[in-house]
T-cell receptor
Framework: KQEVTQIPAALSVPEGENLVLNCSFT??????LQWFRQDPGKGLTSLLL?????REQTSGRLNASLDKSSGRSTLYIAASQPGDSATYLC???????????FGSGTQLTVLP | NAGVTQTPKFRVLKTGQSMTLLCAQD?????MYWYRQDPGMGLRLIHY???????AKGEVPDGYNVSRLKKQNFLLGLESAAPSQTSVYFC???????????FGSGTRLTVV
């Protein structure tokens, strides 16, 4: 059974800092990895999708990496802004049902 | 706008009442999923469907039933609601392993 861990659970940084969110998984037999953003009381917004054969993906100030051998993924946010404040979730597509298994998230607060 | 639509957005039920949550997608996706999100536990898979007329159990299926009579709709039913089913419910869909999930905006259900 796939298990996903996100560290830290919460993070507070001043505006302008570069930061890294970590995600680890136990089963390397994954199809892809997706990073999501969730604002309070809202749904999930997909940020980046990395296929199993890829090492990283970039979108604007966001960069996500995938290292299957170590069972880790990181989300790098450059030049953080208060508008980046949200909960960030990583999820892995695996298993016979091709279902997503989620981490419990990192709650990010960017202070102005 | 194309996407996943969930109805209703909010609902309060009394213990023992029944209700159906509707998920509709207009992207011609094959796969559809129901997740629940609880504080500190991340998103957990309830039931899923790999195509019209099919359903299967996920991680936490007890107390729920589902139907996929039409490709675009996936219904989640609670026959006899319990306070433990108080949660935020998310529907998602996808097509192909290489593609990411698209989530609906969620249904916030409270059982009193």
């Amino acid at each position: 059974k796939q298990e996903v861990t996100q560290i830290p659970a919460a993070l507070s940084v001043p505006e302008g800092e570069n930061l890294v969110l970590n995600c680890s998984f136990t089963d390397s037999a994954i199809y892809n990895l997706q990073w999501f953003r969730q604002d309070p009381g809202k749904g999930l917004t997909s940020l980046l999708l990395i296929q199993s054969s890829q090492r990283e993906q970039t979108s604007g100030r966001l960069n996500a990496s995938l290292d299957k051998s170590s069972g880790r993924s990181t989300l790098y946010i450059a030049a953080s802004q208060p508008g980046d404040s949200a909960t960030y979730l990583c999820a892995f597509l695996s298993g016979s049902a091709r279902q997503l298994t989620f981490g419990s998230g990192t709650q990010l607060t960017v202070l102005p | 706008n194309a996407g996943v639509t969930q109805t209703p957005k909010f609902r309060v039920l009394k213990t023992g009442q029944s209700m159906t949550l509707l998920c509709a997608q207009d992207m011609n996706h094959e796969y559809m999923y129901w997740y629940r999100q609880d504080p500190g536990m991340g998103l957990r898979l309830i039931h899923y469907s790999v195509g019209e007329g099919t359903t299967a159990k996920g991680e936490v299926p007890d107390g729920y039933n589902v139907s996929r009579l039409k490709k675009q709709n996936f219904l989640l039913g609670l026959e006899s609601a319990a306070p433990s089913q108080t949660s935020v419910y998310f529907c998602a869909s996808r097509t192909g392993t290489a593609n990411g999930y698209t989530f609906g905006s969620g249904t916030r259900l409270t059982v009193v």
